[in-house]
């Protein structure tokens, strides 16, 4: 019996393809809880097209190298949401300027700073299939709380006055407080004040040079700096000259982190795993403005004297950049007073997103059950992601029912962002390539029947992603099994 023929699938055609499904929601170890209770289901991806990886970002999905997933929200051990800050309205805290002040003046001046006491050195986005992706944000103490070590113990005068000048700076808030509000009375619209404006731009705070420029290395300190400080943009590519130029150097780094930072073995942590988790990726590269902007996968590469000290790993998207991973030498930001890697290149991220000109920066996932993924709450105004309605709502405002709950709908929260999924329940316009050949669920169960699989994979990847994602899949029952060994090899 033949199958029922659509068109002949092309390798080269600009279109995602899908090797096979892992939907099984067996559960693994969880690097957030250490528990075994980590649930998700997920697929193997050949090629993907960034159209397509960014609609499954918006439905809860992200990649570990060439495999996307998602975790089973309702079920697993702990709920991953997902999160994005909106990068155009994006202003840094006062801990955040912090953290950049203290990299900017150890790197001009190669001096330890003299403030706050060391933090953890754990930074960055880790693979979901080991530990926690922690941060090393801000500082422990309270916000706006500042302590200097050069005077540990004021005396009772020197108190005394600065109850005084905290009492007239109370007095000047009011004053200002009496004067808009007769402004507002007045129907007059109170003026701005530079300081609000100038939050509301993050080139004042690091270098403005941190545009779309691949293999080319953007120079971010000053003439006198005592470290010379560039940015390097490259393609996540292992066919690419110039990303296989630094691969061996890159991946120094990546060893020295993995086994010093998060204690892995060095076989866990090979140069064969590195390239297939960080630098084999499913996207297609696709050129936009006549190559001022690229989409796909890419490394941003922090080099100091030359020599590359960390990495982000990013996927550059039509609305979105999505950060995937960080890697860095802990040798040479374990100096000073902890150069927290982690919060400074998730800043420099965001900038790198407004300079694109994408509406929004992507970290991964919030786990509000563990406390050191928290510092992603941080960076504000963000966005979570419902896992049921697939609806977007203001972190601060869902706060209150994550700390009652670990899993929630988000219900009775509005919404600042409605989701775009389609509600058609078409199961039978899922997209197959069989034996190369490209038909659908509806044409293909003529002959093979009924699957559970491809019922799942509808509902997870929604309508349409479904009739956008081509899957391969096996052929009819009368197939031999050589057909379907030399199927599953592509």
């Known amino acids: 019996m033949s199958l029922p023929e659509q068109g002949q699938s092309s390798p080269g055609t600009l279109e995602s393809s899908i090797l096979y499904l892992d939907l099984s929601c067996s559960p693994s170890h969880c690097g ?19 159209g397509d990886y960014q609609a499954l970002l918006d439905r809860g999905w992200r990649r570990s190298g060439r495999y996307v997933y998602k975790p089973c929200m309702a079920t697993t051990c702990c709920p991953l949401y997902t999160i994005r800050c909106r990068a155009n309205q994006y202003s840094p805290t006062k801990s955040q300027k912090k953290v950049v002040r203290k990299v900017q003046n150890f790197i001009k001046s190669d001096k330890k700073p003299k403030e706050d006491a060391p933090e953890p050195v754990n930074s960055g986005v880790v693979s979901s299939h080991s530990k926690p992706d922690t941060i090393s944000g801000s500082s422990m103490k309270e916000p706006g709380v500042e302590v200097s070590k050069d005077h540990p113990a004021a005396s009772p005068a020197e108190a005394g006055q600065g109850k005084r000048v905290e009492g007239l700076k109370k007095a000047k808030i009011l004053r200002r407080e009496r004067y808009l509000e007769k402004l507002v009375k007045a129907g007059i619209e109170p003026p701005r004040t530079q ?60 060893q020295r982190y993995q086994t010093i930072v998060h204690k892995d073995k060095p076989s866990d942590c090979d140069i064969n795993t590195f390239a297939g988790f960080l630098c084999d990726s499913p996207l297609l590269y696709q050129d936009q403005e006549s190559g001022r902007k690229v989409f796909g996968a890419f490394h941003q590469q922090y080099l100091i004297d030359g020599a590359i000290v960390a990495v982000g790993v990013v996927d550059i998207l039509p609305n979105s950049l999505s950060s995937v991973y960080l890697y860095y030498d802990p040798a040479w930001w374990g100096q000073g007073s902890n150069l927290s890697p982690g919060t400074y290149t998730a800043i420099r991220e965001v900038q790198l997103t407004q300079e694109l000109g994408l509406p929004y920066y992507y970290m991964g996932y919030y786990i509000h059950s563990c406390p050191k993924m928290r510092y992603k709450g941080r960076f504000l105004p963000a966005d979570l992601l419902a896992p049921t309605t697939l609806s977007w709502h203001s972190i601060e405002q869902c706060l209150p029912q994550l700390e009652a709950a670990k899993f929630s709908t988000f219900a009775g929260v509005p ?10 329940l078409d199961v039978g316009k899922v997209r197959l390539s069989v034996n190369n ?21 509808h509902a997870l990847v929604g309508q349409a992603l479904s009739e956008s994602l081509v899957l391969k899949w096996g052929g009819g029952p009368d197939e031999d099994s050589e057909s379907d060994s030399s199927d599953s090899d592509n």
């Open 32 to 50: 957030y809880c250490g528990s075994r209770g980590s649930l998700s289901q997920g697929m193997w991806a050949e090629r993907m097209t960034v």
């Open 195 to 254: 300081d609000k404006i100038k939050q509301k731009n993050i080139s004042h705070l690091v270098p403005d040079k941190n545009y779309f420029a691949m293999n080319v290395k953007l120079g971010q300190s000053e003439a006198n700096s005592a470290h010379k400080f560039e940015l390097r943009l490259v393609k996540a590519d292992l066919t690419d000259k110039e990303f296989m130029s630094s691969f061996q150097e890159s991946y120094q780094v990546y």
């Open 415 to 424: 919404a600042t962002d409605q989701s775009t999924a389609q509600h058609s």
């Open 437 to 457: 050949m490209l038909t659908t669920y509806d044409k293909w169960k003529v002959i093979g029947g009924d699957s559970e699989e491809v019922v799942q994979y």
